[in-house]
């Protein structure tokens, strides 16, 4: 079993910024992925951002430029800076982790953006 902990959300102006953290613990032995989606109310839930396991990154078009993903040195954990927020980004974000190709999702932490 893999436990999926966020932490660091809260409530900030338009403009500032938060960083998110992530860690994973259990049964891990190889961990592929990690990524962070949000979901805002009324909608889907969308991938934020990624990184693989080699370091690679994506991240959505509207977090381009604002919003950083990293690995921890401990790689169980991921953080997602993020910078300029907008109250578009208010939203629950989640911390997914792929471990030997399942993924185990966390609670959310919500992220409050306002104008």
């Known amino acids: 079993q893999v436990q999926v902990v966020e932490s660091g959300g809260g409530a900030v102006q338009a403009g500032g910024s938060l960083r998110l953290s992530c860690a994973a613990s259990g049964s891990i032995f190889s961990i592929n992925a990690m990524a962070w989606y949000r979901q805002a109310p009324g909608k889907e839930r969308e991938l934020v951002a990624r990184i693989t396991s080699s370091g690679s990154t994506n991240y959505a078009d509207s977090v381009k430029g604002r919003f950083t993903v990293s690995r921890g040195s401990a790689k169980n954990t991921v953080y997602l800076q993020m910078n300029s927020l907008k109250p578009e980004d208010t939203a629950v974000y989640y911390c997914?982790?792929?471990?030997?190709?399942?993924?185990?999702r966390g609670q959310g932490t919500q992220v409050t953006v306002s104008s």
């Open positions: 997914n982790v792929n471990v030997a190709f399942v993924t185990y």
